[in-house]
């Protein structure tokens, strides 16, 4: 089993065995890097691939960050920031395989990232748009799993059905490791900041987050909340319970969830309609 889990990280921290991995990420993580460089430099960059681009823009001006107005690559690194262009980069590409195939883990990602906004707002947090970007990326380790290892991923569905488990349990069950560990050694793999990586990595087990708790906290109520709205599909059909760590780092309580339930309510209508738009494309 550990064999298993090794070559399978062996495999994924190789992020050239990733063809839905563009080689724009590459040059836009270098550029990055150097101080020197302008958004101008980078956007260029970006856009010098225009199918990327246009996805890009699609994801810019979805219900997850409510803008409405991002009409160039540009534009959207100013609104958002180079590290959320450059995280709905890889979005875009290692979702394009998802939408056809896997259309409710497609929805569900995306009202994650709408409800982890909404929260944010809510709450008055700064980096919303971050923290937006962390819960649309929040189950990308599934999507990877999917590629890399298909019979393992038959197997897992198997069990989470047989067994009515959590996909988590199936996963760790199946291939000694799940789809959270996953996104954290994507997340180092593509040098994404620590903290969009930390989110994905513990969304599922806030107490672990040191760096950035408030963050994950945030990710991890907007999954749950969605998992209770019904809205796409995670791979099962069971809704955990907010971990006490997370209701305490937000200083939640029950009115306030109330509202954060109907207003998310109301916001899944219109994720819904951009989910068709996308699938019409």
């Known amino acids: ?40 430099e980078m956007a260029k960059i970006v856009s010098s691939d225009q199918v990327l681009s246009a996805r890009i823009l699609r994801l810019a001006n979805s219900p997850s960050y409510g803008f409405y107005r991002v009409s160039t690559i540009t534009n959207a690194m100013i609104l958002l920031g180079v590290n959320v262009v450059k995280s709905l980069a890889i979005a875009s590409s290692i979702f394009a395989a998802m939408e056809k ?67 988590l349990e199936a996963e760790r069950e199946v291939i000694d490791t799940d789809h959270a560990e996953v996104g954290a050694w994507l997340s180092k793999s593509w040098f994404l900041p620590e903290k969009l990586g930390e989110p994905i990595a513990f969304h599922h087990d806030v107490a672990k987050s040191e760096n950035y708790r408030t963050k994950t906290a945030v990710v991890h109520i907007a999954d749950v909340l969605i998992k209770a709205s019904g809205f796409g599909n995670s791979g099962d059909n069971f809704v955990p319970p907010i971990q006490q760590i997370a209701w305490d780092t937000l200083q939640l309580n029950e009115q306030l969830l109330a509202e954060l339930v109907e207003e998310i309510e109301d916001k899944l209508i219109e994720v819904k309609t951009f989910c068709l738009e996308m699938m019409s494309d």
Do not use: F
Request: neutral net charge.
């Open 101 to 167: 195939d896997n259309v409710c883990l497609w929805e569900h990602s995306l009202g994650v990232g709408v409800a982890a906004n909404l929260i944010a707002r809510k709450l008055g947090l700064p980096e919303c748009e971050e923290i937006a970007t962390a819960g649309l990326l929040h189950d990308i380790g599934k999507v990877i799993i999917r590629i890399k290892c298909s019979t393992a991923e038959n197997d897992i569905l198997g069990l989470i059905h047989t067994r009515q488990i959590y996909t």
């Open 1 to 40: 089993m550990a064999d298993k889990r090794s070559d399978l990280k062996k495999s994924i921290m190789d992020t050239k065995t990733l063809p839905t991995l563009p080689s724009v990420i590459r040059k836009l993580n270098s550029l990055s890097d150097n101080e020197k460089s302008s958004v101008q």
